[in-house]
């Protein structure tokens, strides 16, 4: 036959490419992608080929998903989706209504689909379409359990952001191990919901497995690459790419940027963030596989370390000379409210919860324009 297929065996669905395909479609759009990559063709016209393809082969997916992805690389997340929907469209009706089960990235045929799949989802999460995205997102991991894309790492932060407050908690608790940003997704929630103890003891482990993303919250955007050991969750430019992606939810709750700053600061974390900055500059140097194990032994140990009881004692609200019983990241800038003097007794309340708004006064200027 000369039409893509889908056959099903054992609940395992596979996409079969015409034997015509074969002979010269794939190797003219395999030169296509090498001729893009060495820079000899300019976007309008690898894109205006990969066009050329999907009018001479509607059904070559793969064609609409490098689209697709061009489109995302040029910030035009419409025609993205635009364009991968048809791709998924072509693989859709071959699809057996009730088909119920995987459609695996181990079979190669099968990932054109899932690229197409996985590009219509980045293009709902640029474009703010939560549910859609999440949507798309629990299709993909049912189809393909072992996430070969990584869409697992965008399904907590769009389930928060789609207000599935629930859910989220259990995704961002079960995966926070595997992916950094996590652990910042899970403070914020817990901030939301008026919990301070539980989001400053999230926000210090996302500290310790990615201080990049805690600076750029901080209000450095360009982070400088540390003398340490990085791997992918906790580079800087993962950091970069979670906070572009997912920056507009935290501009809604500007308090929690003041909570950040006020936590990545404080005196008992910095100790805390310095003893996970020793074994990273270790890692670096250690020039031994016994070395290397030693050193994640003390790492895995310091992260044991991080509960509520550190961040139940920091957590507490102080009175000012005035009386007003206010939270440490709430203290304002204004010179003649100070706090009572060392020597004075100064009355620390149990926190029990967080003020639900932000006085643009009580704003640091890095802040103030993200809060308008």
């Not at 926070?176 to 103890?197: C, K, M, Q, R, T």
């Not at 805390?272 to 250690?286: Q, S, V, Y």
């Not at 706090?339 to 006064?361: N, P, R």
Request: charged share 25%.
């Amino acid at each position: 036959m000369n039409r893509l297929r889908f056959e099903v065996k054992n609940n395992q669905g596979c996409f079969i490419f015409p034997e015509t395909w074969y002979e010269s479609l794939l190797e003219k759009f395999d030169e296509l992608l090498d001729a893009f990559d060495e820079d000899e063709l300019s976007d309008r016209s690898y894109i205006n080929a990969l066009k050329h393809i999907t009018q001479q082969e509607p059904d070559f997916i793969d064609a609409y998903a490098y689209m697709a992805y061009a489109f995302l690389e040029q910030e035009t997340p419409r025609k993205a989706l635009n364009i991968a929907l048809k791709g998924l469209a072509a693989g859709n009706r071959l699809i057996p209504e009730g088909f119920i089960g995987e459609i695996s990235w181990l079979h190669p045929e099968n990932s054109p689909f899932l690229n197409a799949l996985y590009a219509a989802i980045l293009a709902n999460v640029h474009l703010q379409h939560h549910q859609n995205a999440v949507m798309l997102i629990d299709k993909i991991l049912a189809y393909n359990p072992s996430d070969n894309p990584g869409a697992r790492r965008l399904l907590g932060p769009e389930l928060l952001r789609s207000g599935d407050y629930e859910r989220a908690l259990c995704v961002l608790r079960q995966y926070a191990d595997e992916f950094s940003p996590y652990w910042y997704e899970l403070g914020l929630l817990h901030f939301i919901n008026g919990e301070p103890v539980k989001a400053a003891t999230a926000f210090r482990r996302g500290f310790a497995e990615n201080t990049y993303i805690a600076e750029i919250l901080c209000g450095n955007l360009y982070p400088f690459p540390l003398a340490l050991r990085h791997d992918y969750s906790s580079e800087p430019d993962t950091a970069r790419q979670y906070y572009e992606t997912f920056c507009p939810l935290w501009g809604k709750y500007p308090e929690a940027l003041l909570f950040i700053n006020w936590l990545y600061n404080q005196s008992g974390v910095l100790s805390e963030r310095a003893e996970f900055m020793k074994c990273a500059e270790m890692l670096l140097r250690a020039d031994d596989q016994e070395m290397n194990e030693s050193i994640f032994q003390q790492r895995e140990l310091l992260r044991e370390r991080i509960d509520d009881r550190l961040s139940e004692e920091i957590v507490q609200k102080l009175r000012t000379l005035n009386g007003e019983e206010i939270w440490p990241w709430m203290l304002p800038t204004d010179p003649r409210r100070h706090l009572l003097s060392e020597q004075s007794e100064i009355s620390v309340i149990s926190a029990t919860g967080c003020h639900s708004g932000l006085s643009k006064d009580l704003l640091p200027l890095t802040y103030v324009s993200s809060a308008i």
